[in-house]
C-alpha cells in the first residue's frame, strides 16, 4: 500500500475545493489546477474563509490553519500533475470531458501515480478504459459540503486493483472521512437511491401536488431531513441532478429514472442552484 504526500486536485469548483482542503488538512501537498484562473483564485478564497472559520469555532488552531494553507498551491498548468502520487479529478460531470482529462493525465503522471475521480454516477471502468493503467483508476466520491460530510464513497471499477482499494481508503480515513466501498453501477449507490428522490419531489411540484416550500417542509419536519430535496438539489445543482438523472436512465433502460420535464427546464433556463443565484429558490 502507498503513502499519499502529493495529491492534485483537478477543478477547482465547490467539490475540488472542499477536497483541496481536507486533502491539506490531511497532511498532504496540494496543487489545485482549473483552468479558469478566476475559479482557483475564488476557490483559495474559500478554503481560506473556511479555515478562519474553523479557528474562530476553535476546532482547529490558527498554526494548524496557516500550515494546512501553506500546503496549497495554485497549478495554472496541468503538466504541474506530472509529481503527484494521486490526482483527483473534480471536473463537469460528463463523460467525454472526463475521459479526455483521464488520457492527458495518463501521459503526463508519473508510472505509479493513481487517477482517482469524484465522478458521482459516470462508469469508472469505462474511464479507467482510456488509460494504460486501468488497475489505478477508482472512483473517490466526495459529498457536498465536503469539509463537512462525513463518508467518501469509493468505487472500483472492473479493473481497480486492491492495493489501490486500500490505498485510497486510508487517505480517506486520514480525512477524517468513514469509506464506504461500492462496485461500479450507474450512479453507485448514493445518487442510485438520493437522486430519484429529488427527482420524484420535482415531479410533486411539477404535476402541482404541493408547493416548492411544503415539498421541502414535508421531508424535513417528517422524515427529519437537514434539508429538503429541493433545496439539496439546489446545492448539489441542478445540471448535476439532470445529468445524474440521464446517467441512471441511460445505465438501467429503465423509466422510472427519467428525469423530470420540469428540471430539464431550469437548467435550460440557467436556473442551476446555489451557483447561478437561482434554481427552486433564489439566492443572493
Ligand atoms: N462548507 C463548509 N462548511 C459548511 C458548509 C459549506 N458549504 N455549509 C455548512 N457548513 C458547516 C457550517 O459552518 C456549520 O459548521 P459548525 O457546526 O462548525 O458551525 C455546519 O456545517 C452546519 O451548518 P449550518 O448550521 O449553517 O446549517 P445546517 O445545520 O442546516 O447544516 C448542512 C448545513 C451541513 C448543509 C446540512 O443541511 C446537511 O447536511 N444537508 C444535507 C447535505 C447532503 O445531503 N449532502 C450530500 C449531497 S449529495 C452529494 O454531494 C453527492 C452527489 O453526488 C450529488
Not at 476546532?59 to 495554472?76: D, K, N, V
Not at 488497475?135 to 459529498?143: A, D, K, L, R, T
Not at 437548467?267 to 442552484?273: D, P
Request: charged fraction near 20%; hydrophobic fraction near 45%.
Amino acid at each position: 500500500m502507498a503513502d499519499i504526500h502529493h495529491v492534485s486536485v483537478v477543478g477547482a469548483g465547490q467539490m475540488g475545493s472542499g477536497i483541496a482542503l481536507v486533502a491539506a488538512q490531511a497532511g498532504c501537498q496540494v496543487l489545485l489546477h482549473d483552468a479558469e484562473a478566476g475559479r482557483i483564485s475564488k476557490a483559495l478564497a474559500q478554503i481560506g474563509m473556511q479555515l478562519t472559520g474553523s479557528v474562530a469555532k476553535g476546532r482547529i488552531t490558527e498554526e494548524s490553519a496557516m500550515q494546512a494553507l501553506g500546503r496549497i498551491t495554485a497549478a495554472a498548468d496541468l503538466e504541474a500533475a506530472s509529481g503527484a502520487d494521486l490526482v483527483i479529478e473534480a471536473v463537469t460531470e460528463s463523460m467525454p470531458v472526463k475521459k479526455a482529462l483521464l488520457a492527458k493525465l495518463d501521459g503526463i503522471c508519473g508510472q505509479g501515480a493513481i487517477l482517482a475521480s469524484n465522478t458521482s454516477s459516470l462508469s469508472l471502468t469505462e474511464l479507467a478504459a482510456v488509460t494504460g493503467r486501468p488497475e489505478q483508476v477508482i472512483g473517490m466520491h466526495f459529498m457536498n459540503p465536503v469539509p463537512v460530510m462525513k463518508l467518501v464513497e469509493i468505487i472500483r471499477g472492473l479493473r481497480t486493483s486492491d492495493d489501490v482499494y486500500a490505498t485510497i481508503a486510508k487517505l480517506a480515513e486520514r480525512m477524517g472521512k468513514t469509506p464506504l466501498e461500492v462496485r461500479d453501477f450507474p450512479g453507485f449507490v448514493s445518487n442510485r437511491i438520493l437522486m430519484p428522490m429529488i427527482n420524484e419531489a420535482v415531479y410533486t411540484v411539477y404535476e402541482g401536488v404541493a408547493s416548492i416550500e411544503a415539498v421541502d417542509g414535508v421531508m424535513k419536519l417528517g422524515m427529519n431531513h437537514p434539508m429538503g430535496p429541493l433545496a439539496l438539489a439546489d446545492l448539489i445543482g441542478l445540471d448535476t441532478c439532470l445529468a445524474i438523472m440521464e446517467t441512471l436512465h441511460e445505465g438501467f433502460g429503465d423509466s422510472k429514472y427519467r428525469p423530470c420535464p420540469l428540471l430539464r427546464n431550469y437548467v435550460a433556463a440557467g436556473w442551476l442552484g446555489r451557483k447561478s443565484g437561482r434554481g427552486f429558490y433564489a439566492y443572493e
